[in-house]
């Protein structure tokens, strides 16, 4: 089993910075494969961007590249994502997500584990 807990989320100006963290336990975390998915209201869940066990393997939607990063430091068993220049059409709950079998692909099927997600708000 693998326990996932997101933070850092928060209400933001549009233009405005934000960091996420995503500490993980259960499991050797260099093992697993990551990634970033995101909740809209009323929308579907829908991918972020995901990283590779190594962290030499990304992954981004376009909608959010050249303003998203994402990283991991495996010493501290935790993932980041650093979100720039947000825009409105960001707000959305953004969960992380884990694979045991160390795949980091876009489709949110791959991934067994979850945490219960951070509320970003981005005001105009």
């Known amino acids: 089993q693998v326990q996932l807990v997101e933070s850092g989320g928060g209400l933001v100006q549009a233009g405005g910075s934000l960091t996420l963290s995503c500490a993980a336990s259960?499991?050797?975390?260099?093992?697993?494969?990551m990634a970033w998915f995101r909740q809209a209201p009323g929308k579907e869940r829908e991918f972020v961007t995901s990283i590779s066990r190594s962290g030499q393997g990304i992954l981004s939607a376009d909608s959010v590249k050249g303003r998203f990063t994402i990283s991991r430091d495996n010493a501290k068993n935790t993932m980041y994502l650093k979100l720039n220049s947000l825009k409105p059409e960001d707000t959305a709950v953004y969960y992380c997500a884990a694979d045991h079998r160390g795949n980091y692909d876009r489709n949110a099927n791959f991934y067994p584990y979850w945490g219960q997600g951070t509320q970003v708000t981005v005001s105009s």
């Open positions: 259960g499991r050797t975390f260099s093992s697993l494969g």
